[in-house]
Nanobody
């Protein structure tokens, strides 16, 4: 089972990025994918979750209206569209997978984690 996040980079404040999480070793249709991030010196935090049956749950109020999650099960890929980026969005972003629906924020429910991709937003 593998998850690989990509698409990070350096962007100016107000800009956009789309992160991709490509999964392998399991059928994406049956898995819920969460996006998380960790900034230097800070704890990891949940950002947004996309349930296997559709629907999404925001774990972070500060990204509501700016970030969105989508998936293409045929491509085994989940996307995180990030718009109106702010310097405080700078972090390493990770994707993780679990069975079941998003529900409340319980990171330990996510069984599989991928390596992250760096997002840097300059002011």
């Amino acid at each position: 089972v593998q998850l690989q996040a990509s698409g990070g980079g350096l962007v100016q404040a107000g800009g956009s990025l789309r992160l991709s999480c490509v999964v392998s070793g399991f059928t994406l249709d049956y898995y819920t994918i969460g996006w998380f991030r960790q900034a230097p010196g800070k704890e990891r935090e949940g950002v947004l979750c996309g349930s296997s049956g559709g629907g999404s749950t925001y774990y972070l109020d500060s990204v509501k209206g700016r970030f969105a999650i989508s998936r293409d099960n045929a491509k085994n890929t989940v996307y995180l569209q990030m718009n109106s980026l702010k310097p405080e969005d700078t972090a390493v972003y990770f994707c993780a997978a679990m069975r079941g629906l998003c529900g409340s924020y319980v990171p330990r429910r996510f069984n599989y984690w991928g390596k992250g991709t760096q997002v840097t937003v300059s002011s």
